[in-house]
Structure formats: structure tokens, C-alpha cells
């Protein structure tokens, strides 16, 4: 008989996400994104982080400043707009993204546009501001879809050894 313990295919995307916002050096909010075609098969992979060439120890992790350009806003590439940038030109129409934080309204718009029509999160920590009101307009109005993950699971257990 098989195994009837496995994981779906949602916690296994959204898996590969939370590992790759383990590459985040953001010392406050780690980020990662996995897109996957309609057959599951993953696409791309990304986390939040300067742009390459862009040294994280010559660029500001600070999240207060005298200037905004003393912050990392400004400067950070989000986990999901990595994610389509690291694709290589593959086609995202139809893919789905999954993401452990809801996408802002930059990252919205890229997803939008790149023909992404399913967006998966675990959470939706800002909801009701601004931006993530705008995130939902625009994603709505697109006809993209939004979930949070349902799972009875706490977590997947990772072992090198």
C-alpha cells in the first residue's frame, strides 16, 4: 500500500517558499515566493533582497531613518517580483505564486502582468492597509485568484542527516 502521509501539492510549493526566504538576509521579515505552471511544475523561485551586484553589507537593513534612503525600502526587491524576474523569460500565464505574506500593490501589478492567475499565501498581515487594499482591487479586478493555505500540518520537518 502507499503512503497516505504525504504532503499536497499546496504545502510542497509553499514549502519550497518558506526555504527560499530562508536566503533573505532582511533581519526582520524573510520572504519567499515559488511560482509553479498548472502541471506543478516549479518555475521560479525568489526571496526578498538587494538587487545582484548590490551589496547587503553596503545597503541599509534599517526599517527607520532620518531618509528613506536610509531604509531598505527603497532598495529591497520583494520575494514575488524576484520570482518573475529569476524565471528567465519562461511564460507565467496561468501559473500560481505561492507566498507566506499577501503581495503588496507593487508586487500585485507584476504578478498581474507577468499572467500569473493564482496567488497562494499564508499570511495576510496587512490587511486592510492601503496597499493591500490596492493589492486586492487590482488582483480582483484582473481576475486573479487569492487563497490562504488551509492545512491542518504546523510545519514540514527538514533533515540532512
Known amino acids: 500500500m502507499k503512503r497516505t502521509d504525504y504532503i499536497t501539492w499546496d504545502e510542497y510549493f509553499m514549502g519550497i517558499s518558506l526555504l ?14 515559488c511560482i509553479v505552471s498548472e502541471d506543478n511544475i516549479i518555475i521560479s523561485t525568489g526571496y526578498n533582497g538587494f538587487p545582484k551586484g548590490c551589496s547587503d553589507d553596503e545597503f541599509p537593513w534599517d526599517r527607520e531613518g532620518k531618509n528613506v534612503n536610509c531604509t531598505k525600502y527603497p532598495f529591497v526587491v520583494h520575494a514575488e517580483l524576484n520570482a518573475i524576474l529569476n524565471s528567465g523569460g519562461r511564460s507565467l500565464k496561468g501559473a500560481r505564486i505561492y507566498v507566506a505574506l499577501f503581495p503588496c500593490n507593487e508586487c500585485a501589478k507584476a504578478i498581474i502582468q507577468a499572467g500569473i492567475k493564482e496567488v497562494v499565501y499564508l499570511s495576510d498581515k496587512y490587511c486592510g492597509t492601503d496597499s493591500n487594499v490596492a493589492s486586492k482591487k487590482m488582483l480582483d479586478t484582473a481576475g486573479v485568484v487569492y487563497r490562504k493555505l488551509e492545512t491542518s500540518r504546523d510545519s514540514i520537518l527538514l533533515k540532512f542527516n
Open 20 to 33: 527560499a526566504a530562508m536566503r533573505s538576509k532582511d533581519p526582520n521579515t524573510q520572504v519567499g515566493a
